[in-house]
């Protein structure tokens, strides 16, 4: 299943400069997601961090992960009104292995570790180019709705 940006935007509440992943290029709702983050120079962060080394900050890694994982959830919940709001409430065993840059698409696979009462666990990864950038285990729970 592949999910473009203008539906990721009707799932997710975020935007730019916030949106942090552009297309889903693999889902199995109820089990895992691939999703696509190109990050560019034009990123805002880019100005600060670091100027003449533009490195993408690990916690909008994280972040990444996380908006892939609320798509995932969405997906797998269906269309439920309200729709959930969906937090980052952990993050637990991260690793950062590799600097992502400029230039760099960035791979993140969400999948699914287990739902306990609508709080949802993820292992996840980054990668790019198939070399290994960020692992982390995250939780989502649900909060107001959308």
């Known amino acids: 299943m592949i999910i473009g940006a203008n539906r990721i935007m ?5 935007r ?10 693999a889902c199995t709702p109820g089990e895992s997601i ?13 100005q600060g961090h670091f100027p003449g080394n533009p490195v993408m900050p690990g ?3 994280i972040e990444a992960m996380a908006q892939a994982g609320g798509v ?3 997906v797998t919940v269906g269309d ?16 950062f292995r590799k600097p992502v840059t400029a230039g760099d698409q960035l791979l993140l696979t969400v999948s ?19 070399s290994a950038a960020v ?5 989502c729970a649900p909060g107001a709705s959308q």
Not at 80 to 95: M, W
């Open 112 to 130: 699914v570790d287990r739902v306990i009462r609508g709080m949802w666990r993820y292992v996840c990864s980054a990668s790019v180019d198939g």
């Open 80 to 95: 439920i009104e309200p729709k959930p709001l969906y937090y980052l409430v952990a993050v637990d065993e991260t690793r």
């Open 135 to 139: 692992s982390a285990r995250i939780m």
């Open 72 to 74: 995932l959830s969405h």
């Open 59 to 61: 916690v909008l890694i």
């Open 16 to 25: 730019y400069p916030f949106l942090l992943i552009d297309k889903i290029i």
């Open 34 to 46: 691939t999703a696509v983050k190109n990050v560019t120079i034009n990123e805002p962060f880019f």
């Open 10 to 14: 009707q799932l997710l509440p975020h």
